[in-house]
Structure formats: C-alpha cells, structure tokens
C-alpha cells in the first residue's frame, strides 16, 4: 500500500512532465497562428460573407449587397472561361514551383561544391537578389523587355537573334512565359539557400559509405540526400 500511496503522485507527476513536453512546441506558435489568424482570418471571412451577396456599382456605393446564397458559386461554376482559366493557373504554377525547386537544388548542389569565396560570392549575389522588392523587380523587368529600347531587344539584335523590336508580350504564351522567368528568378534565393541549409544537415559519412561502396552520384542523391532533405 506505500509503495501504491508513492508510486501514484510520482506516475501522476510523470504523465504531467510528459504532457507539458509534448504540448510545448505547439503552445510556442501559437502566438504565430493567432497573428496569422488576425491577420487573414478577417479578411478571409469577409471575402467568403461576400461571395454569398450581389455587389455591383450601388452596392459598392452603400457597402452593403443583397444575399443571393450560391448563385455567385453556380454562375461562375456554369461558366468556361472560369475553368479554362483554372487549368491554366494550375499548369503555370505547377510550372513555376516545379522550375523553381529544380533551379533551386541544382544551386544548392553547386554552392556546396564550390571554394568557399566562390561560394560567399553565389550567396551575397542570392540575398541580394531577395532583399530587391517586388515592384522594383518588375519595373526593371518590363524594362529590360520593352520592345522599343529594352536590353534584351538590343543584347539578340548585336547577336544576330532576334529584331531591335521583338514585342515579347505578344501571345499568352509570351507572356506567361516572361511571368514565369520573373517569379522564377524572385523565388530562387529563399529556395536555394534554404535547401543549402538542408543539405547541410546531410550525414557526410552516409554519403562516403555510398560512394566508396560504387554508388554513382544519382544513386546516391535519390537514395540517400533526398530522403533526408525531404
């Protein structure tokens, strides 16, 4: 009976330390989630409240619109051009994500090849290129691709590729392409040295095991540097 009477508090007291253990790291971001929940939690409540109201040029006027339930959702589901639209957002952004974390990985994979001022160099060159804002970014984009004095008009004109006044924004194709190298070149700094820093992690000795026992390089990034950077 004493040994029941001290081991209750103690099991009692080790459940609690368990507990506390495990629920820790998430007490720690909730802060994060409730800034985040602020954040967009409002506006993407408003934005579903007002997807079930009729605004048009009055409504806007009075902030306020009529409640049509879903008919908002059934127009828009009956019409083409929304899923026409649709398939293309998916195949641009699976196009930008997909080019992006190869791009990414493959300066990844240099960055730890490379000497270590080579390396310094590449990587002032990425923060550089990730502390550029957005609207900055594409002002000088749409500037280097201006048909009638851009940079890259006149670089293929001395080469002999292309004409002084390509218009590159010609066809949809041209022009989401031009959007992808934009996005593409924005993105590639927090990829790549994040995924730097995961390759880091990467056990060396795993690695020379591999490759002493003939792995080649493919076999040995699938089956061993992959899995661990996932």
């Not at 579903?48 to 589901?77: C, D, K, M, Q």
């Amino acid at each position: 009976q004493a040994m029941t009477t001290a081991a209750g508090p103690n099991s009692l007291q080790a459940r609690r330390r368990r507990f506390f253990e495990r629920s820790t790291p998430y007490w720690l971001v909730v802060p994060v989630l409730a800034a985040i929940g602020l954040v967009l939690g409002y506006p993407l409540y408003w934005l579903v409240r007002l997807s079930f109201e009729h605004y048009g040029l009055f409504e806007l006027i009075r902030h306020a619109g009529p409640w049509t339930g879903l008919h908002n959702y059934g127009s828009v589901l009956h019409d083409s051009i929304f899923w026409h639209t649709l398939v293309r957002t998916i195949i641009f952004t699976a196009v930008n994500v997909g080019a992006t974390i190869v791009i990414g990985m493959l300066i990844a994979l240099l960055l730890r090849q490379v000497s270590a001022w080579v390396r310094v160099l590449l990587t002032s060159g990425l923060v550089l290129v990730w502390s550029m804002p957005v609207v900055v970014a594409a002002q000088v984009w749409i500037w280097m691709t201006n048909y009638q004095n851009g940079v890259i008009n006149y670089v293929l004109a001395q080469v002999h590729l292309s004409g002084e006044q390509h218009d590159w924004y010609a066809s949809t194709f041209s022009q989401l392409s031009m959007a992808t190298l934009l996005i593409v070149w924005g993105a590639l700094p927090f990829v790549a040295i994040t995924l730097y820093a995961g390759l880091s992690q990467v056990p060396g000795e795993l690695v020379e095991a591999a490759s002493v026992d003939g792995a080649p390089p493919w076999r040995v990034f699938a089956d061993i540097t992959l899995p661990i950077l996932r």
